[in-house]
């Protein structure tokens, strides 16, 4: 089974533009995040997949493979598509740009979906970990995620999830994690339907599987103090990690 890694890498970030190139630690956010993959050894291939020259040619000038795309995507699994649409693939993986904590840990724990007694009928495997803080759970900015008894997700959301009428009623609260493995024909599919209401309004990718009737199941992560680069504060975050782990 051949298995590559595909890092989506746009620029023009909306709420911090070109954070994929600012410092994290004496190299860029996104070298950080190709280094953090290539050094799991899980992967036949690892690629960067980017609409800047900018990211280009900074994976490139450091040693890394980079992926032109050709056309405009609205998210990162079409820009993944275009790319590894006539690559001889197996599962695809989603390592998201701004996620450079990203842990072999956690991939291995994604990609052993794959291996299971119900693997045929995953198109995706993706991640999911525990909320504790209940800012967080409120916060639209963390996607939050609920599953079946068999961890096969029913839905996403920028909401919390399930909502809480009856607060005497212990729920635990689960965010979705930004790694994704795609067999092949999962994604491909995904390139070629429309975007539908669901995933337009709430602006989650993984709503149009859903919304087609792909199957989606998730992996718990126990990984604690990954940071995700969506801010100017995330990265202060991110660095103050770094200078901790160093």
């Known amino acids: 089974m051949k298995i590559i890694a ?21 190299k860029s956010v996104i070298v950080r995040t190709y280094e953090s993959a290539k050094s799991t050894q899980l992967f036949d291939e690892i690629y960067v997949v980017t609409d800047s020259e900018i990211i280009f040619n900074e994976i490139t000038s450091h040693g890394g493979i980079a992926i032109m795309s ?22 695809v993986v989603n390592v998201q740009g701004d996620e450079p904590f990203t842990t072999k840990d956690d991939l291995e724990k994604v ?16 991640l999911m970990t525990r909320m504790t803080d209940w800012n967080e759970v409120n916060d639209p900015n963390f996607v939050k995620v609920i599953v079946n008894e068999n961890n096969y997700a029913l839905y996403f959301s920028r909401s919390p999830i399930p909502y809480p009428r009856d607060r005497s009623i212990p729920m635990e609260y689960y965010e979705h994690k930004g790694i994704y493995a795609f067999r092949k024909q999962a994604l491909m ?32 992560s126990t990984t604690e103090n990954a940071v995700e680069i969506d801010t100017p504060e995330d990265l202060m975050r991110a660095n103050k990690l770094m200078n901790k782990n160093n």
């Open 70 to 91: 050709k056309k405009e995507h609205e998210c990162g699994s079409d820009r993944i598509a275009e790319a590894i649409e006539d690559m001889d693939v197996d599962i």
């Open 111 to 126: 990609l052993d979906l794959f291996n299971g007694d119900d693997a045929d009928t995953i198109d995706l495997a993706s």
């Open 6 to 26: 595909m890092i989506p890498a746009r620029y023009a970030a909306t709420r911090f533009p070109g954070k994929l190139m600012q410092d994290l630690g004496g």
């Open 189 to 220: 599919d995904f390139y070629r339907l429309p975007m539908r209401n669901l995933e337009a309004s709430e602006k989650i990718e993984c709503l149009r599987y859903l919304e087609y009737g792909k199957k989606i199941k998730l992996a718990i």
